[in-house]
């Protein structure tokens, strides 16, 4: 018995070394260089760790499932990428060894970890590594007290090996995730099917975005959507500030001044940092019986594209109005793949000739009220060229919930950027935009109810 201890506490010092940042395996390599060090090289995971191809794995931090009692949210230090394209391998460093799962989707080719609560202190530089199979991978907080890694695969991977390593000495815990080339077949056998990515940390876990019923209650609910969040942090417009801080904070202080006014109930689809869903998104303004959606969101364009500045509203249509706003959509439609959500299940919801005028009458009302939207917002600052737009966004396809998207500037715009972090400009907008809510129920009040709620004339503006 003792020799097989003494024999395990030497195969783990071994692991550790080939894992630490200065050895072969565990050095991180620029990403412009090509891999010049064999992962499959190294030793296997410990006893009991999962180590074959599987649809998901489930992997604990101890033998009996614990991670150890008393312990707060781990940190993840450090993580590098080494292999070439037949075999790569991830290895994160951690404060303290955790649980994770392990799995893959397809369209396209993703691989995600599902972990605690793991708060990334690594520089945000490194997820832009290429580095064998992996050609990106993005990381960040997925649901309240839950953390995902996504990893980017060009082309079909199997999960070859998926193990942690207990810290030793000056080493710290490691989690350790090879990947090996296979072909399409495979791959999508070993695809996680839609209830294993349901078993995953789900994506509202601990979520409620939802009022409590007041009957009598008269006033309209006016649904806020900051846009992106969590794991997917939008553009940058290659500055340092991300469009999900931004638009969270254009959302509260909206929020603040509808509230104020005492004529609305406002309800957000998020109110941290954290990750929804676009179908979850529109399923709060539906539940919610909203009189009225409004996504808030931050353009970008690349460097090679040209410049463009101001604000712009996007309302649904199954044909985009022009290139731009295609891109716009094709780009925010793409939220739930950022953040690995299998999506083989999503449908949507139709139901016949009601649906249909239902949804014609919605979008008439979101016509008007982007129409109004704009002119409001030229009294607190520069607008697109062209503001009024219109494309086949996703998270506006509440069918009986009047629904816009607004993009408040371009970030890869300098003069744009100063604005969207000026507390004063924030103030503004969130003023001009109160101001066109309150005109387009005051149109509204002849009369006809909106949705879901009984509105009546705003009282002194």
């Known amino acids: 018995m003792r020799r097989g201890v003494a024999f395990c506490r030497v195969l783990c010092a071994v692991s550790v070394l080939l894992l630490a940042p200065g050895s072969a395996l565990g050095q991180a390599q620029p990403p412009v260089q090509s891999a010049a060090h064999d992962a499959s090289q190294s030793s296997g995971p410990p006893a009991g760790a999962l180590a074959q191809p599987a649809a998901a794995l489930h992997v604990s931090a101890r033998p009996d499932g614990s991670a150890g009692a008393g312990q707060g949210g781990a940190r993840a230090i450090d993580a590098r990428l080494a292999g070439d394209q037949q075999r790569t391998r991830l290895i994160i460093d951690l404060s303290r060894s955790v649980e994770f799962r392990a799995f893959t989707l397809a369209n396209p080719y993703r691989v995600i970890l599902d972990l605690p609560d793991v708060t990334f202190t690594f520089e945000t530089r490194k997820a832009l590594t290429r580095r064998g199979l992996v050609a990106a991978y993005r990381y960040g907080t997925f649901a309240p007290g839950k953390s995902r890694m996504v990893l980017d695969v060009a082309e079909p991977v199997a999960i070859d090996k998926a193990f942690i390593l207990d810290p030793v000495d000056d080493q710290p815990a490691r989690l350790v995730l090879d990947l090996v080339k296979t072909d399409a077949a495979s791959f999508a056998s070993t695809v996680a099917t839609a209830a294993e990515a349901r078993g995953a940390p789900s994506a509202i876990a601990g979520h409620d975005a939802t009022l409590t019923e007041t009957p009598g209650d008269p006033r309209a609910v006016i ?157 607190a600052g520069k607008v697109h060229k062209s503001p009024l737009k219109s494309a086949g966004f996703r998270v506006l396809k509440a069918h009986d919930v009047p629904s816009v998207l607004v993009e408040l500037g371009y970030m890869s715009s300098r003069e744009d950027l100063k604005l969207m972090t000026s507390d004063a400009w924030r103030g503004k907008v969130a003023g001009a935009m109160t101001d066109a809510i309150d005109d387009f129920f005051a149109t509204r009040a002849a009369g006809v109810g909106v949705t879901g709620s009984i509105v009546q004339a705003p009282a002194g503006k």
């Not at 040209?306 to 109005?321: F, H, I, K, M, P």
């Not at 139709?350 to 979008?363: C, P, S, Y």
């Not at 109004?372 to 030229?378: P, S």
């Open 223 to 379: 649904v806020l959507d900051p846009g992106h969040g969590g794991i997917d942090s939008g553009t940058t417009g290659a500055s340092t500030f991300a469009e999900k801080n931004i638009v969270l904070e254009v959302a509260f202080a909206l929020k603040a001044k509808l509230e104020q006014s005492g004529r609305y109930r406002v309800v957000m689809t998020r109110s941290s940092d954290t990750f929804v869903a676009l179908g979850e998104r529109v399923r709060i303004a539906r539940n919610n019986r909203a009189a009225l959606f409004v996504s808030i969101h931050a353009d970008a364009l690349a460097s090679t594209d040209g410049q463009a500045r101001g604000a712009s509203v996007y309302t649904l249509s199954d044909t985009a109005s022009d290139s731009e706003a295609a891109r716009l959509a094709e780009s925010e439609n793409k939220a739930d793949l950022i953040a690995g959500v299998d999506l083989s299940e999503e449908s949507d919801e139709v139901a016949g000739i009601l649906f249909d005028l239902a949804h014609r009458e919605t979008k008439n009302f979101s016509a008007l009220f982007a129409r109004t939207l704009v002119g409001a917002m030229k009294n």
